[in-house]
Each structure stands twice: as C-alpha cells, then as structure tokens.
C-alpha cells in the first residue's frame, strides 16, 4: 500500500452506471438505478432521452417534495440511515441553494456536498503531534475507524466557519475562542463511489495548533476515544493499513505535505500527491 492508494480510493467513481439528473438545465446529480427507478415511481423527476428532471417549482415546494421522498424510502428501507440534517443542493460550488434535503439521500442521488475538516496538532521537541479520534462503534457510516479530531458535513443554514467551530465543541470539546484560531489551509476533494451511491466532495481544511496541556473530550457521543501520536506514526498508520476513514487519509497527507514532513526526497510520490489532493469537477 501506498499514500497514492488512498488517493486512487478515493477518486474511484465511475458515472456511467447512474444516471444524471437535472434543476432546470443545471446538472445536480447521478443517481443510482434503485433510486432512480424508485424516484420515476414516487413523481420526483420525469425521464427524457438519457437524463432525468425534476419538476420546475419553487424552492419551497422542492423542499417539500424531497422531503417527502426521503421519508418515503428511510420507511421502505431502501435509505439506509436517516441524520435528521439538511444539506444545501447546489449545481456547483458557486451556485445559489436551490433547495435541501436530507443529509443521507445526498450520496444515492450523487449530490455535490461539502463539509469542514480539522487538523488538531502540537509541536513538541520532538516534532509535531498529531490529535487522532476513534469514531464511535454505534456511528452508521464508518464505526471505529480513526478519523480527525474535528470533522463534519456542512449543512444548510450555517456559514462555513461558524459549521466548524459547532463540530469543535461537539467532537472535541474546544471552545469557541480557541476554535476562532484555527488557519483555513485550502480543500480537499473526491468523487468515491459504493453500494451506497457517489459521493462528490468538497472538503474544506483546517489546522489549529494546541497547546501540549488540552485534551480534547467528545461532547455528542459520536467519537469513542482520542489519541496524540507523532506524525510518522499517523503517517505509518495510512500508509500501511486503511485504519482511517478513508477521507482522513487525504486530509492528513496534506497537512504532511504543507508542514514540510513529507517532501520530495523523502517521497517518491510526493510531486503525484501535490498534483492529486483536488481532482473533483465543481460542476
């Protein structure tokens, strides 16, 4: 196993076997075929040639409809899991919000999201430290995988900054004036496909340096336990085993590129892993 790997995991989709759907002339998305099919049963869109619609309402009512369609098959169980959390839908990074739903339909409708990820870090004598979670066994996506110390989907409704200091306090106990420190460091992003649908992700980054005396402490339940190890060894860890989320992998990576701990002569791979940390269309 390489870093590539997880790079190569990641940016694994394949469009071809969903079918694009549209808002108006506008691509939102690429649905899977049981979603699909399901979508054309319930009213959701309409088939034309080699895409499909969705009705011209307005973004009340396009609320509402979504709604109810996640309803409807969260009690069929053809949705997985429900979150209970909006999630803005928009045909690319710059659009406007056209309407929310569901923060769970948005991957079997192929749906571009974003969320906020932290790099909570310590420099010792030694070198930096890196803050490691343990996601919770009862999480319904990934259970007791490691993941960052803060991480989280951006949902409607909330700026990006004010969603990350939120997740702050809630997965790792920071508090608000110790969270406003943390460096916006650029993003991340991927197309990954599963049996669940296809995830298009735009994933902003952060690092915030602690101080050598915090401890952070998980407020929602959602992260079993924490762990500050150096860097190599979260950097072995990647690169030996698929321990993390597999997001996190990429997140990390960076922070290893931009701090100057993975380089090009220590590296073989380095200049690929610069070029590949944002490969996703933001359209």
Known sequence: MSFLDHFDFAHNADT?????????????????????ERGIDFGLWQETDSR???PDQSERELNQLFARFAKQTYEEGLLWNWVGELFPVKASVTDTTRFVMERTLTVPLGCLTFGV???GYVRTKKGIELWVAKRAQNKATFPGKLDNIVAGGQPAGLGLFENLIKECFEEAGISETQAKESVATGTISYWHADDR???????????????????????????????????????????????????CNLIIIDFAIRHGVLTGDNTPEYAELCERRNRLRLT
């Open 52 to 54: 499909l619609v969705i």
């Open 197 to 247: 649908g296809l995830k298009r992700d735009l994933l902003y980054c952060y690092d915030l340096e602690l101080p050598d005396s915090f401890a952070p402490v998980c407020q929602d339940g959602e992260v079993d336990s924490f762990e500050r190890l150096p860097i190599e060894q979260v950097l072995s860890i990647i690169k030996t085993s698929d321990a993390f989320k597999y997001n």
């Open 117 to 119: 990820h932290l790099n």
């Open 16 to 36: 071809n076997s969903s079918t694009p759907w549209y808002h108006a002339d506008a691509l939102i998305g690429y649905v899977n075929e049981k979603f699909k």
